[in-house]
């Protein structure tokens, strides 16, 4: 079978609190409002489905019912399940997450049946991996698994657009060269590079940078300013805005709702810029912080505009 989006990463029980604002070391706050929802990095497969993706996942839930829903909530989005593995020796993931009145979040996850993907999971997908239009990876599962996925890619799937949304100050330097497209927000370029990625100048400074250690393009993303695009065949790095200012309800996830939407565009439109890729990606995630939630907040094609298909 041949699929447009492979997402190779993590599931995650989100539980929600949303409160005035986060809370201090020690201190006990009053929230508003409490609710459980679908996160880790199965969003960015989720919302590449919604698009129109033919998508899959592999993934490790618990032998438990938070893992049980999570595969029934893939069922519902169109997500093939084939390669979501379940065990008994761990529990399914979980993210503890608050938002505050601005809508920003800070979140603590514990990773659990995520780390125990492991090699034999990959072989078993490896038919796949041969033939799927796009990997995605990132570092909520085992961080040498996830490089082996990307080196499977590399090695079986000529044509195949990898690209991963990773954060870790130190980076095994084999996952800018298997990354056709690498993924980063502006406090992970932070921490990849050691400078202060504070300003548009600076986002293209820190892509700069990580196109030096070799991957093939660049995206920085820089939430409310959008993002900024250098590729090793262009010249300068380039800001790609926001079309228009959002009121932000929930931030979450709107990293991971971007990423799904330029998997779907690079799988479906392989020769449109990656510039303009981007520019749309940022209007579908702007939709998504709009709303309440991760998944929840994450548009289908139908409610977004044709003029971005
Ligand atoms: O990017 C947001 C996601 O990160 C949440 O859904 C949480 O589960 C963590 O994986
Ligand atoms: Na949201």
Known sequence: ETFDV???????????????????AGETIHGLK????????????????????????????????????????????????????????????????????AGENAIVIVAGANMLLNRA???????????????????????????????MAQKNNGYNMRFARLACARLDADFYTTSDVFCCNESEAEMLTGSAVTSVEEAGEAAAELLRRGCKS?????GPQGC??????GSAPKHVP?????TAVDTTGAGDCFIGALAFYMAHYPTMALEEMA???????GVSVQAAGTQTSF???????????
């Open 279 to 285: 520019h749309r990606a940022n209007q579908v995630a």
């Open 242 to 246: 926001t079309a228009a200012p959002v």
């Open 218 to 222: 660049v995206v920085v993303t820089l």
């Open 6 to 24: 492979m997402v190779v990463g993590s599931c995650m029980t989100d539980m929600v609190s949303q409160a005035p604002r986060l809370p201090k």
């Open 121 to 151: 999971d990959l072989q078993e997908a490896l038919p796949a991996i041969t033939r799927s239009k796009v990997m995605v990876c990132q570092l909520e599962i085992h961080p040498q698994i996830s490089l082996q996925a990307l080196r």
């Open 228 to 233: 900024v695009v250098l590729q090793a065949r």
């Open 34 to 101: 409490f609710f459980t929802g679908f996160g880790g990095k199965g969003n960015q497969c989720v919302q590449a489905a919604r698009l129109g993706a033919k998508t899959t996942m592999v993934c490790k839930v618990g032998k438990d019912i938070f893992g049980d829903n999570y595969i029934q909530n893939f069922k519902d989005n169109g997500v093939h399940t084939d390669f979501v593995g379940q065990t008994s020796d761990a529990a399914t993931g979980a993210a503890s997450i608050i938002v505050n009145n």
């Open 299 to 309: 548009p289908f094609r139908a409610d977004l505009p044709a003029a971005l298909f």
